[in-house]
């Protein structure tokens, strides 16, 4: 009995570590489940580093920030994603262009445009400096990310079991009970 009630509180606590760790990932394009959302119905996106690396795409699938990306409102082209923020109904990101020069864009809501959204394009840091936000490291943040992917495995793994662990207790309690 009491080995059933452990299994059940520990079941409870590791679908809330999953769900936990699964957000964080989220972030980084590596979550499991998709009920996370960033303004401007942007997703975040982990692809192998042929294909570009890491992206954030619009609702429609389209690429707006990521690796090869030129921006008409600039004449650079994104050499690194570095990292990104959200402060409200804003993105922010850090990228570096082939010049080796590092530029900040922000993303905000336009409805008076064609893509409903306005982009704005700096080179001064000192732009995104007067917010708080909160940044996403992108580049460089591969072994976090990694860590994160194995712990969240290894919970599910020992979920499953747990779960198989609960179904045995309660088929051998039945058992008991009919005899």
Do not use: C
Not at 44 to 53: A, T, V
Request: glycine share 6%.
């Amino acid at each position: 009995m009491k080995i059933l009630q452990i299994s059940i509180i520990l079941t409870v606590i590791l679908s809330v570590l999953f769900l936990l760790i699964d957000r964080n990932l989220f972030f980084y394009g590596e979550n499991k489940f998709d009920f996370y959302s960033l303004p401007l119905n942007f997703i975040p996106e982990s692809r192998p580093s042929f294909e570009g690396g890491f992206v954030i795409r619009d609702s429609m699938g389209m690429s707006i920030i990521g690796t090869g990306i030129r921006y008409r409102q600039s004449d650079f082209k994104v050499a690194k994603f570095q990292k990104y923020a959200i402060h409200k109904d804003t993105v922010y990101a850090q990228l570096e262009g082939y010049d080796r020069n590092i530029y900040f864009i922000q993303f905000s809501e336009n409805l008076n445009s064609k893509t409903g959204l306005e982009v704005a394009i700096k080179t001064d840091e000192e732009w995104v400096q007067g917010k708080k936000l909160f940044w996403y490291e992108v580049y460089g943040n591969e072994g976090r990310v990694r860590n994160l992917i194995t712990i969240r495995t290894l919970i599910s793994i020992i979920f499953i079991s747990n779960i198989i662990l609960i179904a045995f207790s309660y088929i051998k309690k039945l058992q008991r009970n009919k005899i």
